[in-house]
């Protein structure tokens, strides 16, 4: 059994990632769709509505999971295996220099290997809550401060991983020759 403060702290952290990651796309759509259009896996004239169906879909997944809802762990699975997709096939192109879309506070990231790790990780984490035997107890207020604290750490980690993530790629780039572009 699974004590549900730990599922909460997966739901929770994995909610507050899919509503922020539409928030960026929906804050700058022209910058996203840019981003999207780079990836050359949409045909041009459905990049602009693409664009709007992705945030629009991490919108959804996030409800789902912040709900309960069994939807949320099989949405979050879906998008990260849709995003992993787009992101190998670019990588077996070559095309390295191009950003994911998903940098932490607006940075720019180029693709990589990383980022299909960092998406296998998140798509376990959100698997996993699908068949979870979750022990059933009443939550008290420790609990709840608990998973505050449980996903405030996991979101200072993500960002910290991403802001590393990003120096690194911009130091091999530099030192290659190259920029991210």
Request: with cysteine.
């Amino acid at each position: 059994m699974i004590d549900p403060v730990l599922t909460l702290v997966a739901r929770a952290g994995l909610a507050l990632l899919f509503a922020s990651a539409a928030a960026h796309k929906l804050r700058d759509r022209a910058e996203f769709t840019g981003v999207l259009a780079a990836y050359r896996v949409v045909p041009a004239s459905l990049v602009a509505a693409g664009a709007m169906a992705v945030a629009a879909a991490e919108l959804l997944v996030a409800a789902a999971l912040a709900t309960g809802s069994a939807l949320g762990p099989a949405g979050a699975v879906g998008m990260l295996a849709l995003y992993s997709f787009a992101i190998a096939v670019n990588l077996a192109r070559g095309r390295r220099t191009i950003d994911c879309g998903c940098g932490a506070l607006g940075a720019r990231q180029p693709i990589s290997e990383w980022l299909l790790v960092r998406n296998a990780l998140l798509a376990a984490a959100a698997f996993a809550l699908v068949p979870a035997a979750v022990a059933t107890r009443p939550l008290s207020w420790v609990d709840l401060v608990s998973v505050a604290g449980g996903v405030g750490v996991a979101a200072l980690l993500w960002t910290a991983a991403h802001g590393l993530a990003a120096a690194s790629a911009r130091v091999r780039a530099a030192s290659t020759g190259g920029a991210p572009s």
